[in-house]
């Protein structure tokens, strides 16, 4: 009883905090001594989301995160940037990619993690990504060409030296304005990360306001 009413409290304090900005950096998020360069259109507030397919971690912020994002005004724009550090990190990056590319990654994003921490796939190899595919309403030809395309590599690559940019160890991550990132560690749980980015999309807006 005495646990759960703190943890009650803990997340209270937190909401509030978060719904006054009043955020401590180097406590609740930390700041890039070099920002990223936004990729979104003037007077849009860029949040994106790191993530590897593979992270039970990132799977489990799907919904907090989803539901966060369903309620952003339209000044926001949220993006995601697969992980790429390597062996399965990359293959599970040319999915995404190739998915884009397909014009079906709405259709198989939630599906794809489904598929590996609930019925146990891996979806790192080519054949079976491209069998993958096949229930969205493309060949296993068109997958195959996707997944090995240039475009998708040069996807892949930009987003290993955006990973880089950012400094980015681990995942999930949300990074808001190319400058504050937020981690699990510093926001004290998953269902916290959208709450502290909400207040920093309130405190960017705030700044160009200004």
Known sequence: MLKT????????TLSTLANA?????????TVLDKPVETQVEEGQI???????????????LEDPL???????????TFQRLPATMGGDWNKH???????QELGILDAVHEDFFHAIHEDGQSLTAVDDVAEFFSDYDVSEDEARDAFTSFNVRRHVNEANSRMR?????GVPALIVDGRYVITPSSAGS???????AGALVERVRTERAE
Do not use: K, S
Not at 66 to 76: F, G, K
Not at 93 to 99: P, S, V
Not at 190 to 196: E, G, H, R, V
């Open 21 to 29: 900005a009043q955020l401590v950096e180097g406590e609740h998020y």
């Open 5 to 12: 009413l703190m943890v009650a409290v803990a997340g209270l």
């Open 165 to 169: 940019d950012m400094r980015l160890m």
């Open 46 to 60: 860029e949040v994106t989301e790191a993530f590897w397919y593979g992270c039970p971690h990132c799977y489990n």
């Open 190 to 196: 998953l269902d916290n990360m959208p709450q502290i």
């Open 93 to 99: 990056a040319q999915a995404f990619y190739a998915a």
């Open 66 to 76: 989803n539901a966060w994002v369903a309620e952003q005004p339209d000044d926001v």
